[in-house]
């Protein structure tokens, strides 16, 4: 197998002890996304295990799936002990909270963010242009995770955004073009944890000849079967792909990345 330099995950959701320790062992700086309190508990002990300093990074907001069951108050001790704060946002695609709770919640931690100088991780379902002119009014350091539309993309590489590309950018038209279209300095890699690695392997299974054909391709470098693939094989089978739409390679693409991690962390002292 080809020896790739140190890659990292932009955004990952981490729901066992054995998948944190998985990243540590294979020393895979992370951003682990706590959602709502409870889940925010979860990744701050994850993240304060004494072999996760460097590795695993606590990213802590009020998801908007969530966002009618709490308040941004149950956040603030987890919001004031982060270097990022997310993932935030609103969605009208996977989740039917209200928009306007949704929005109520987002502005108030979009508000916090900007106050306290913190960068800032979005969530963006179906709600692209009304995330866009929020964060407009809000100037900070923002990474747009996961970005699959094909409308307002622009918008955001105005005002700066980092991007973390995912494992569906072998099959997805929309995340293929985020991953040819941000620069250089702006791009990075995220898995969103293994459940959406599994959900868009099994997606890319429905899609195109040319996904098949990717997947055998990481089937081949890997030696292994959907279900063994591990936080790593996926990131380098991103990091593969990104580089193939960038005419660049995946070695450049991973060091890329994996600087572009540092800076955005960077913002946030
Ligand atoms: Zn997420």
Known sequence: MRNYPVVTDAHAHVK????????????????VCGTDPEDARWVMELCHMPEAEGILFPVFGLHP??????????????????????????????????????KEVLEKQLQIAAEWKRPVVLHTKDQEREILELIRKYPNTYLVHWYSTDHDLDGYLDLDCYFSVGPDVIWNPAVQRVARQVP??????????????????????????????????????????PEEIVVKDSLHATARMAAKLRNSSPEILISLTTDNFLTFFGNSY
């Open 16 to 31: 066992t002890k054995a998948e944190a320790l998985e990243r540590i062992r294979e020393g895979i700086p992370t951003m």
């Open 65 to 102: 799936w969530y966002a009618d069951q709490w308040k941004v108050e149950d956040m603030m001790p987890y919001l004031e002990n982060c270097q990022v704060i997310g993932e935030i946002g609103m969605d009208s695609l996977w989740c039917n909270v209200p928009l306007k709770r949704q």
């Open 184 to 225: 250089e300095k702006r791009i990075l890699l995220e898995t969103d944890g293994m459940d959406a690695v599994k959900w868009a392997w099994e997606e890319g299974q429905k899609n195109q000849n040319y996904a098949i054909k990717e997947q055998e391709s990481i089937r081949e470098t890997t030696q292994k079967q």
